[in-house]
């Protein structure tokens, strides 16, 4: 044999092992991601909680109680489940948007805010406001470092006749003093709530 034939060999024998090597490490690779997504129901019920645009009341937190339950257009009710007041000086609002009427209700690109940084997130909740009239002051939706809103996102562009979306908005809260607030959202009157 030349030389020029066993470094052609060796080439080829070096090829084939390092395409058996990445196939065994994509099908390793693979196999583990598999594995985590069906060991972790906490990956479902987070993406649960986003809104499917489903009826997903059951991820409320207390359906039964009711705040207020204001009339928007085109058929379209938002329930008001909770506002609550947590650990860190934070108030959490909960309720779902339920579609009444008898056709899809496409959800309005103003529900997200008219922040350019937020939009870019995708779709959410961040044209939502709190108004404490006592204080004289507007709260806005909650961002994380990355400028996502801390409320509901993500969830589907529509809402089915009969469905519901769950939601939540997660907001500075008012002083100690404060017990009602107004929140605000676009395409609904006001809706005064008392804080729990």
């Not at 579609?99 to 961040?126: H, K």
């Not at 519901?164 to 809260?173: D, K, M």
């Not at 100690?176 to 959202?185: A, G």
């Amino acid at each position: 044999m030349t030389n020029p034939r066993v470094r052609k060999m060796r080439r080829a024998g070096s090829a084939a092992l390092l395409l058996v090597v990445l196939s065994f490490s994509v099908a390793a690779c693979g196999g583990d991601t598999g594995n985590e997504e069906k060991k972790s129901p906490s990956a479902a019920s987070s993406a649960a909680t986003t809104g499917s645009g489903e009826d997903e009341g059951k991820n409320l937190p207390d359906t039964s109680q009711v705040l207020v339950t204001v009339h928007g257009d085109s058929g379209i009710d938002m329930i008001i489940h909770s506002a609550k007041r947590d650990t860190g000086g934070f108030l959490t609002v909960s309720g779902q948007f339920k579609n009444t009427g008898s056709d899809l209700f496409t959800t309005p690109i103003q529900w997200g805010g008219a922040e350019e940084a937020v939009a870019a997130t995708g779709r959410s909740l961040a044209g939502m406001t709190l108004v404490d009239s006592k204080e004289k002051k507007r709260f806005y939706v909650l961002r994380d470092t990355d400028n996502r809103p801390l409320t509901t996102s993500g969830y589907e562009p529509s809402i089915a006749a009969g469905k519901s979306l769950a939601f939540f908005a997660q907001f500075p809260a008012p002083a100690q003093s404060t017990t009602q607030v107004d929140l605000q959202f676009p395409g609904f009157t006001n809706a005064t709530i008392e804080i729990s």
